[in-house]
């Protein structure tokens, strides 16, 4: 009998599990937590509580792995948004709205990790183990046998396995796990801008229309200030979740007063203004220290009959909404690995090259833009900040590429929707280098920055929401930048 063991049943757990089931004999996760039986948060996923957009890609490859889930996501009340028709204030300006199909779900984060479960746990061979704690793992440098784990006050117990997954998340304790079965240690990249969260679910007010586009303001890099940004979306159960974000030096407030004054102060206030019209229904909550970390398991001599996926082996700073997404390409890769010949010798080793390769691309988006942020922490230098050295370009000379790259798509609905696609992860960022675009960028905005007014004008969906719009007069021409409304 052939059996394989997950560490953690979160999501990369669950997908995880659904593809280990078709080739052994089967699986058991062990779970440290417990699960709700309703889509609730629980403290095994405490970021949970806080906005989660699926990218379209991500949800593609849910769907991969488990046929109908999206369908389900959507029946239970979570929303499609187009992403160019999210109303958008970019670091470089509002963006002009634009129909392509990149797109984003909406729902919360409980309803994802409750649908993807419900689906992976259909199938018989997959047994949970609830309120079991991994601490160890048995083997040797070379072959991973089995696991360790606690249930409550009872002594440690063992259970051999011929695969493991590590899917325990962002505190995954792998790298010791491993270390004490005569490993080296895992080569770790980090960039830490100090990110930090403070959220909230809001009753929409009386008004609302079911096709409310929802907000993004994004943080902006290289202003020399900390970045800070915010985000409202409309989620199942027609609540708002507002997201406000700093990084290192202007942290979120997670008082009541502090978190208003922080929305108003945002570069426009359009959100301040949506939520004085909501009520709230929950507390403040926040989320703080949030890094880009990147564990190199690729590089060990990797043991036989062991992987890492999701936030084990890495974690993207949440304002890119990619870690649902990475997990679910992390358990896709596990899906290639065993179709190409079920549990071998080597699968360990190419899978754990496959995970590493699928993250490369929102790797670096991350890390290009949050390395930017002053008082950013960091382990890597030079050329390695952006592992990338294109055509002999500085790192600077990127920077500025970068910046025009994203002016133009503000109002370039040909490179918005390219940037769309490949934010989405439904895109090689290969189509983002495409003659038509580059060219598009090479000449630079054809137009004029759009004004607040006219940018908010585009979204008859806000309705009378903010009537009358906007809150400020506009500034024809001009990039918008909101007065100090504190
Ligand atoms: C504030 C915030 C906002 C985010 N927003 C987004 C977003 O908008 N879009 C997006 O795609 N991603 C977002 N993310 C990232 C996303 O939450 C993660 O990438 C995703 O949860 C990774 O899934 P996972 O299964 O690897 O880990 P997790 O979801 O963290 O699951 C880990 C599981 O392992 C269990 N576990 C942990 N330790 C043990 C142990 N020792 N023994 C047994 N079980 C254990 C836990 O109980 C849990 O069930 C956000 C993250 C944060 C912090």
New binding site residues.
Partial sequence: MTRAVV???????ALAASVLARHVDEVVI????RYPDAPRSRK??P??Q??????GG?AAAIDELLPGTTALLYAAGAYHRKIGQLVTLSAQGWFRRVDSDAYVINCT?PLV?HVVRTQAFRDEKIKVIES????GLVGDAGRVRGVR?EQGQESPAEITADFVVD???????APQWLAELGLPAVEEEFVDAGLS?AGRFYEVPEGTREDFPGVLMQTEPGTGHPGRGAALMLQEGRRWIVTLMGTRGDTPPSDEEGFMAYAKRLRHPIIADLLSLARPLTPIRA?RA?ADRRKYFDRLPVPEGFVA????AM??S?NY???????AFGAQALHEGLEGGGLRPGLSRSVQTAVIKAGEWPWQMAIGNDRWFPQVETNLTGKRVLGLDVAGMTDSMMRRFNVRFARTAAENPMVASATYAVTALSAQPSEMMAPPIMWAVMRGPRRPPLSAEEALAQYPELGDLLNPVPAFPPVPGQRVDAPDRT
């Fill in positions: 560490l953690g049943g979160g999501l990369a757990g062990l779970e440290g937590d095994g996923v970021q949970a806080h906005n989660h957009m699926l990218m991500g984060r990790d079991a704690k991994v601490v784990f899917a325990t998340g962002s505190r995954s304790k969260y989320s949030m996926i999701g936030d084990a974690v993207l949440p909404a990619t870690g649902m997404s990475m997990a």
